[in-house]
């Protein structure tokens, strides 16, 4: 092996990725490793979170000598208020992707669809029912117009609490209640924040924190909730479903087409299109036998959960995909998608396309995607693909052969029924075999991938020792796309590995003991299944009962942030491969790692090696289990020696 290849094997874990940065250097094109090579030496005051920039008496940064800013500010209120910020930043993110869909449920159910179409009628009945909205003898139509009312409301509204409160469990409710962080309206709680944020408002870092899990609530039961429900009821219930994971997806026989971002109502239509017998044809005429469609970051999840059309990759191989070469078109629309796209494109042939008024790029072409005249704005971008599969240079091709078989498509409903059968969908089976200890817990691993440390080894490292260890993980984003690529996403590997107990209870039910749940907004399917927990019985009254852990192995974005704080108000306690950028405070960082495991039953946890956090999860699984008194005696002692040891 070249020295260069040991170099980039240090950087990423699967082969593709491998292979493909080392034609990155061949080909002399910058990525955004190369990029973090150069971006070394981060700014220690922006780490630690003491560089204030809210106001133009500033920049301040916070040191021994100058403890304050221009206006006074300490180090708790600049390092609170920067995190208050973050929060926001990943709440709108997810929320203006679930308004969106409301608007295109709501154009539907008046006529007006575009194209689109309510796909799961049970679904929409389902959440119609939980809403109290009448549905009996009514149709679809009137129904979804109800349903699209009332969840365009809960942006809006100004002093009634949100009602997709009311799918939590009454004790998380009722703790909301008691630290007064019942959310009102998601666009309000958004605007409050900012507000209370910009100079001489907000000073007191703990009740700057507060109306982060505030704001936080309106994203994981409000925004992101409202996202994964309509997304369902538009394009379909995902039920489970077979595909393929990494860059050995894109064919060289055919035109491919990747489409990379997150709105579901553009990748929805692009899946339509290429199946299109007019596209067939067009195809044929430009020499293919049919175009190549496949998915990068979580709008891939999106379409691998409904349609089974394969991942590419995960957010760090958005450029790689394009080294490969092979790429006819990159189609994108909002979140994690990298401005450096059109400048790595420009080295081969591929086009980037922009297709949405707020998220443009300087060097990619703005094509804007008709949502009220989708198919036929889809099928232009796949012809105007298949135009380019002409300037395609063989000698620049080199596609991976990496390319892993998955089982995804786990929603609630389908693991529900996979529990209990058609007739009694039920979570009972999962909650007997948590009692009976044969599962030790569920935990969800999420987040994206960062090149601050060896791609994708955290994620897959801490994935197989869970599930060694008897724990049940479900996966959203971009890190079920590492265990995908891993080919951890089948039955057949992973029970290999997995340990005793939960090898007999997947065997039993027919399913992989890692879940793939979705994208990032789906993170709420994750909430709603420690929901039906719940409900189930047998595992406490609240969330925070439930031997659950959240992990953010290799996250980066603001949206992961927002999901951590959301998971930590509703009880879940938060691993994070990363720290957040706090550390200039160690108020804050008290009250974010310890003390809401007072308020909330849950808080983060800074564990940087898998290995330990391996530890760290068992024994807060442990914990938990303990005080629901479903701990084995022998094992109860062997946490009671280790804890003696550590004293
Ligand atoms: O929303 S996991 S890198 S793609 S932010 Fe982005 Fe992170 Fe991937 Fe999806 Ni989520």
Not at 278 to 302: M, P, R
Not at 427 to 442: C, M, T, V
Not at 509 to 533: F, K, Y
Not at 565 to 587: Q, R, T
Request: glycine letters at 8%.
């Amino acid at each position: 092996m070249s020295e260069e290849n040991k170099k980039i094997e240090d950087q990423v874990w699967d082969p593709a990725s491998v292979e493909i940065l080392a034609k990155a250097e061949t080909d002399c094109v910058d990525t955004c490793f190369s990029r973090m090579d150069t971006q070394k030496n981060q700014c220690k005051f922006g780490t630690s979170g003491i560089c204030c920039r809210i106001c133009h008496m500033g920049p301040c940064r916070i040191t021994k000598k100058s403890p304050l800013g221009v206006c006074g500010a300490n180090a708790d209120t600049i390092v609170a208020r920067n995190y208050l910020r973050e929060v926001v930043g990943g709440t709108a993110a997810h929320s203006d992707h679930g308004r969106h869909l409301v608007l295109r449920l709501k154009k539907v159910a008046e006529g007006k669809g575009g194209g689109y179409q309510i796909k799961d009628e049970m679904a929409l009945r389902r959440i119609a029912k939980d809403f109290k909205i009448e549905e009996e003898g009514r149709t679809k139509e009137k129904v979804a117009l109800d349903l699209a009312n009332l969840l365009l409301g809960e942006f809006t509204s100004q002093e009634e609490k949100l009602k997709t409160l009311s799918l939590a469990p009454l004790m998380q409710q009722n703790i909301w209640k008691y630290h007064n962080i019942l959310p009102v309206g998601i666009d309000r709680l958004i605007v409050e924040a900012m507000h209370r944020t910009h100079i001489g408002v907000d000073h007191d870092y703990k009740n700057l924190l507060m109306s982060a899990f505030r704001t936080s609530l309106v994203d994981g039961w409000g925004g992101s909730r409202i996202a994964t429900l309509v997304s369902d009821i538009l394009f379909g219930t995902p039920s489970p479903v077979r595909s393929n994971a990494n860059l050995g997806v894109l064919s060289e026989k055919t035109p491919n087409i990747l489409v990379h971002g997150h709105e579901p109502e553009l990748s929805e239509m692009l899946a339509v299109a290429v199946n299109d017998p007019e596209i067939k044809e067009y195809v044929k005429a430009a020499g293919a036998d049919g175009v190549t469609l496949s998915g990068i970051c979580c709008t891939a999840n999106e379409i691998l959960m409904r349609h089974g059309i394969p991942i590419a990759g995960s957010f760090l191989q958005q450029e790689l995909a394009v080294i490969t070469g092979a790429v006819e078109m990159m189609i994108i629309d909002v979140q994690c998608c990298m401005p450096s796209l059109p400048k790595v494109a420009k080295s081969y042939h591929t086009e980037i396309v922009s297709t949405t008024e707020i998220a443009k790029t300087i060097g990619a072409t703005h094509v804007r995607f008709e949502t009220n005249d989708a198919l036929r704005s889809a099928k232009e971008l796949v012809k105007r693909a298949i135009d380019n599969y002409k300037n395609r240079d063989p000698e620049k091709v080199s596609i991976p052969s990496a390319n892993s078989p998955l089982i995804g498509g786990f929603s609630v409903n389908a693991i529900k029924y996979m529990l209990g059968g058609t007739f009694r969908p039920s979570f009972r089976p999962l909650n007997d075999a948590i009692i009976a200890d044969r599962i030790k817990g569920i935990v969800g691993i999420v987040g994206c991938t960062n090149p601050k440390s060896k791609v994708d080894a955290y994620i897959n490292i801490l994935t197989l020792e869970l599930i060694k260890r008897n724990v049940l993980v479900l996966k959203t984003g971009c890190a079920a796309v590492s265990s995908a690529k891993e080919g951890m996403m089948t039955p057949e590997t992973a029970l290999e590995k997995a340990g005793k107990g939960l090898r007999e209870v997947c065997e039993a039910i027919g399913i992989p003991p890692i879940l793939h749940m979705g994208s990032c907004v789906d993170n709420t399917r994750i909430l709603e299944a420690a929901t039906e927990i719940v409900f189930e019985g047998g595992l406490g009254e609240g969330i925070s009962q439930v031997p659950a852990v959240g992990v953010a192995p290799e996250w980066m974005s603001e949206k992961a942030i927002a999901i951590g704080c959301y998971f930590v108000a509703s009880g879940i306690d938060v691993i994070l491969g990363y720290p957040f950028h706090i550390s200039g405070s160690e108020n804050v960082t008290r009250f974010l790692n310890e003390e809401t495991k007072k308020l909330f039953g849950g808080s983060f946890h800074n564990v940087p090696d898998p290995h330990d956090a391996v530890d760290k999860i068992m024994e807060l699984l442990h914990n938990k289990r303990e005080k629901l008194g479903i701990n084995k005696k022998a094992e109860r002692k062997l946490f009671d020696m280790k804890d003696r040891r550590e004293l």
